[in-house]
């Protein structure tokens, strides 16, 4: 479980004890009766049976009448130890790793080796049942603002069902497909990783017929080791079975792509298989861009040139779903940005860049553009926080991402955790510089820097939430 309740994957009418019997043991997705019992999986106190189940449930907080249960072991909870929960809550069978914390449920217990594994065979169950086209998304930046620039543009034509939250790893990633509405026309997956293998499992799982990788920076180092490790695990998305659509600016990765897949479309501004013939960053000096594409013009409600990069690969999946280019830019219009990705507010006659969800080295690199290509004439502001997970090459990414701060004609140029010493290492007295260890201590000697109509850009790592700087900020600009 964890601290928020993860909301069941409900498909009604679908599921049966023998489908999931089916699922566990490796059945054919369309089968309808229980394969022959394997590693018991299906507790021989149990008979199987066709009565419909209502969906899969993971927290048992939130199960209900007819879910299977399936009893994840995380970093923090052991969902064996709410088997009891769970059936009290409605759950009308079990999926557990350990058989003797199930007894005396009353309910059916399906026995496996792997609980999380279990998880994904159910998916994958779902996926192959359902049978439509499949949208995988990876990289090491901007996979949910792409996988929002696809729904729209796919959804200006289809019924889209997508990853919500972030749900994508091999929890999220395994409930998504398993909550494919049999009347979706395409799922769009987004695929994180942390550790190697972890985009090769969640590929099986979805087998995806559309493969995207948004980029390659420097990210989770302490586990992929460098770039090269990096690249491996990205592209390990793309199959002989699957299209491939990259970034055309990234040659190693579409390298990557034509070794891998079956066929690939790389996408660019100004250069690749399907390119933007025109294009420009900062209308109205917001920031937001807009370009030609086969002749199509299009608005991209978001900012900077990395999300006209994004949209031109979300224009390249809509062409390959048969969706027009016209009809896609339409789409993509009206897609709002997710929370904390360069998400623009004004407070009083401040502008406040909040890009706080992550940061890696790339992220960083395109948000200091970003901030580089507005507010001119305003007081430019960045608050820059740690970059976490970079194992050793952390404090020459830091040091490499604070010069290029300090390269930039910013006014005032913050930082705290290991951009604190960054910065002063590589600025020494420049006056520009307001640092501190903490968000805590560096806000009061932040405030008496800011000016009046200061665009301000927020950007660290998930870790050191550094949006708890947005109400001070707010209440110092509106009062």
Same mark, same amino acid.
């Given at each position: 479980?964890?601290?928020?309740?993860?909301?069941?994957? !409900?498909?009604?009418?679908?599921?049966?004890?023998?489908r999931?019997a089916?699922?566990?043991?490796?059945?054919?997705?369309?089968?309808?009766?229980?394969?022959p019992?394997?590693?018991?999986?299906?507790d021989?106190?149990?008979?199987?049976?066709?009565?419909?189940?209502r969906?899969?449930?993971t927290?048992?907080?939130?199960?209900?009448?007819?879910?299977?249960?399936?009893?994840?072991?995380?970093?923090?909870?052991d969902?064996?130890?709410?088997?009891?929960?769970?059936?009290r809550?409605?759950?009308?069978?079990?999926?557990?790793?350990?058989?003797?914390?199930?007894?005396?449920?009353?309910?059916?217990?399906?026995?496996?080796?792997?609980?999380?594994?279990?998880?994904?065979?159910l998916?994958?169950?779902?996926?192959?049942?359902?049978?439509?086209?499949?949208?995988?998304?990876?990289?090491?930046?901007?996979k949910?603002?792409?996988?929002?620039?696809?729904?729209?543009?796919?959804?200006?034509?289809?019924?889209?069902?997508?990853?919500?939250a972030?749900y994508?790893n091999?929890?999220?990633?395994?409930?998504?497909l398993?909550?494919?509405?049999?009347?979706?026309d395409?799922?769009v997956?987004?695929?994180?990783?942390?550790?190697?293998?972890?985009?090769?499992?969640?590929?099986?799982?979805?087998?995806?017929?559309?493969?995207?990788?948004?980029?390659i920076?420097?990210?989770?180092?302490?586990?992929?080791?460098?770039?090269a490790?990096v690249?491996?695990?990205?592209?390990?998305?793309f199959?002989?079975?699957?299209?491939g659509?990259?970034?055309?600016?990234?040659t190693?990765?579409?390298?990557?792509? !034509?070794?891998?897949?079956?066929?690939?479309?790389?996408?660019?501004?100004?250069?690749?298989?399907?390119?933007a013939?025109?294009?420009?960053?900062?209308?109205? =000096?917001?920031?937001? =861009?807009?370009?030609?594409?086969?002749?199509?013009?299009?608005?991209?409600?978001?900012?900077?040139?990395h999300?006209?990069?994004?949209a031109?690969?979300?224009l390249?999946?809509?062409?390959?779903?048969?969706?027009?280019?016209?009809?896609?830019?339409?789409?993509?219009r009206?897609?709002?940005?997710?929370?904390m990705?360069?998400?623009?507010a004004?407070?009083?006659?401040?502008?406040?860049?909040?890009?706080?969800?992550n940061?890696?080295?790339?992220?960083?690199?395109?948000?200091?553009d970003?901030?580089?290509?507005?507010?001119?004439?305003?007081?430019?502001?960045?608050?820059?926080?740690?970059?976490?997970?970079?194992?050793?090459?952390?404090?020459a990414?830091?040091?490499?991402?604070a010069?290029?701060?300090?390269?930039?004609?910013?006014?005032?140029?913050a930082?705290?955790?290991e951009?604190?010493?960054?910065?002063?290492?590589?600025?020494?007295?420049?006056p520009?510089?307001?640092?501190?260890?903490?968000?805590?201590?560096?806000?009061?000697?932040?405030?008496?820097?800011?000016?009046?109509?200061?665009?301000?850009?927020?950007?660290?790592?998930?870790?050191?939430?550094?949006?708890?700087?947005?109400?001070?900020?707010?209440?110092?600009?509106?009062?």
């Open positions: 479980m964890s601290d928020d309740p993860l909301v069941p994957a !409900r498909s009604p009418g679908f599921w049966t004890l023998d999931v089916a699922a566990l043991a490796g059945g054919p997705a369309g089968g309808h009766s229980a394969p019992s394997r590693r018991g999986v299906l021989a106190t149990r008979r199987t049976g066709g009565a419909g189940l969906g899969v449930a927290d048992s907080r939130t199960a209900g009448d007819g879910d299977i249960f399936v009893a994840l072991d995380g970093e923090r909870f969902g064996h130890d709410f088997l009891a929960a769970a059936v809550q409605g759950a009308s069978a079990v999926v557990v790793s350990r058989p003797e914390r199930a007894q005396g449920l009353g309910v059916p217990v399906f026995a496996v080796p792997d609980t999380l594994v279990a998880l994904g065979e998916a994958r169950y779902r996926r192959r049942a359902w049978g439509k086209s499949v949208i995988a998304i990876a990289g090491s930046n901007g949910t603002t792409t996988k929002e620039l696809v729904r729209g543009a796919l959804g200006a034509a289809l019924t889209v069902h997508a990853t919500t972030n994508n091999r929890v999220g990633v395994p409930l998504t398993l909550g494919i509405p049999d009347a979706a395409v799922a997956i987004e695929m994180g990783t942390n550790a190697h293998g972890e985009v090769a499992i969640l590929r099986a799982i979805a087998e995806p017929d559309v493969a995207v990788v948004t980029s920076g420097e990210e989770h180092l302490e586990g992929f080791g460098d770039l490790g690249l491996a695990e990205e592209s390990a998305v199959t002989r079975d699957s299209l659509i990259v970034p055309a600016s990234e190693a990765l579409v390298a990557a792509a !034509r070794a891998r897949a079956q066929s690939v479309v790389a996408a660019g501004l100004g250069e690749g298989d399907l390119r013939s025109s294009w420009e960053v900062g209308t109205a =000096g917001e920031g937001e =861009g807009q370009m030609v594409v086969e002749g199509v013009p299009v608005v991209v409600p978001l900012r900077g040139a999300n006209l990069r994004n031109m690969l979300a390249a999946v809509a062409r390959a779903c048969g969706v027009p280019m016209a009809v896609a830019a339409a789409g993509m009206g897609v709002a940005g997710p929370p990705r360069s998400t623009w004004q407070l009083g006659r401040a502008t406040l860049i909040n890009d706080a969800y940061s890696n080295p790339a992220s960083a690199r395109a948000a200091l970003l901030l580089d290509a507005v507010g001119t004439g305003r007081q430019r502001v960045v608050v820059l926080g740690t970059m976490r997970e970079l194992g050793a090459a952390g404090p990414l830091h040091a490499e991402i010069q290029r701060a300090l390269a930039s004609p910013f006014d005032v140029i930082g705290v955790g951009f604190a010493s960054a910065l002063e290492r590589a600025g020494g007295a420049d520009r510089l307001v640092t501190a260890p903490d968000i805590d201590d560096l806000w009061p000697r932040l405030r008496e820097r800011l000016a009046p109509d200061a665009v301000i850009l927020l950007k660290a790592s998930r870790g050191v939430r550094l949006e708890r700087l947005v109400p001070p900020l707010t209440e110092w600009a509106t009062t």
